[in-house]
């Protein structure tokens, strides 16, 4: 059987992306992906998870999400939207395929799932950079009695058990999630240093609208703008938490976490402290186990690549941060990206 011209691993917003440009092209292609539906990368996070871009900034290319243009989507009509995106295209997506294996011989890839090897000549690794839940290596000190959840596996309150609860971390999730806690919980939210807040809108319109109309979004990153940007990806939108902080609602903690003991949590400026439950909001690691070809990642495990394009011909990446520009691995950087991606592939 001939190879295909492209395989695209990954069947996100970045892979539905990629197929939509491939359709263009009318290069011969299939998206692989290990979730049962399209959109269940959405619909598996917490459910009161509600995006902090507004609507005209989550449209993929070629089909615009429902909504005002102020409106902003929740996680499951975002999967929806991916869902609908995939008929609409009628983009080939092999759900439940999970990826065993990728090599690479002759010049012709092979992915292999678990019960069958699709072959092509290029391949589009489109999976994120979000793998392996991280925890620190001390979480397993704990006693049984605390209850521990990672942020992956949290969806709503009840999911914890009762009493007080640390959450460890200091992105948009992990303030999120302590936010909606405090509701009807003692919360404590430790994170490495002070938090950075940003306004989720400026003048009554959306931050995103600002980026936008100043060109941050689509700035190339040498460029001035994102230079100064990048050290602050990691700012919290809105500033809901920190009034709650100021409120005695949430207790901040600006120490990271150095280790774990029976109920105890010790902190970095020597204090310790008992908790019943712990959620680690601490982020994710690579994990590309099952890609078998030399010279695709370095010896940290992390892809060896430059704006999406790897140094083994025929393979490339896609959705990672700051690939190219500051929304690289946002919803509404996935028009640029696939189109920068296609001079290279088609």
């Not at 999976?127 to 001390?138: D, R």
Request: glycine share 10%; charged share 20%; proline share 6%.
């Amino acid at each position: 059987m001939e190879p295909l011209d492209v395989i695209v691993i990954g069947g996100g917003q970045a892979g539905l992306g990629m197929g939509y440009r491939l359709r263009q092209a009318g290069l011969s292609f299939t998206i692989v992906d290990e979730r049962p539906r399209t959109g269940d990368v959405w619909r598996d996070r917490w459910d009161s998870l509600r995006l902090f871009t507004p609507r005209p900034f989550v449209n993929l290319p070629g089909l615009k999400a429902p909504g005002d243009m102020q409106y902003y989507p929740t996680k499951d009509e975002i999967a929806d939207y991916l869902q609908r995106y995939r008929e609409q295209f009628d983009l080939p997506v092999r759900n439940g395929f999970r990826v065993q294996s990728l090599q690479s011989r002759n010049g012709v890839f092979a992915a292999t799932g678990d019960d069958e090897t699709l072959e092509a000549k290029a391949v589009v690794i489109a999976a994120g950079p979000f793998h392996t839940p991280h925890v620190p290596a001390c979480a397993h000190q704990l006693d049984s009695a605390v209850r521990q959840l990672h942020s992956q596996d949290y969806r709503r309150p009840d999911d914890l058990g009762p009493g007080n609860v640390l959450v460890v971390g200091g992105g948009n999730s992990a303030t999120q999630i302590a936010e909606e806690l405090s509701a009807g919980r003692r919360v404590t939210i430790a994170t490495n240093g002070q938090i950075a807040y940003a306004p989720k809108t400026i003048a009554g319109v959306s931050l995103f609208w600002f980026m936008h109309l100043t060109g941050m979004l689509r700035a190339d990153k040498d460029a001035w703008v994102s230079r100064y940007a990048r050290p602050h990806s990691d700012t919290v939108i809105g500033f809901n938490l920190r009034k709650l902080i100021d409120q005695h609602v949430v207790r901040h903690i600006p120490h990271r976490v150095t280790d774990c003991d029976g109920r105890e949590v010790a902190f970095a400026d020597g204090t310790r402290e008992g908790f019943d439950n712990v959620l680690w909001c601490t982020g994710f690691r690579p994990g590309y186990e099952w890609l078998k070809v030399v010279n695709a990642l370095d010896e940290a495990g992390s892809p060896q690549q430059t704006r999406g394009i790897s140094p083994v011909p025929g393979l490339y990446w896609l959705g990672h941060p700051w690939q190219n520009r500051l929304n690289s691995a946002l919803l509404n950087g996935v028009d640029m990206e696939t189109r920068q991606l296609m001079r290279h592939i088609g």
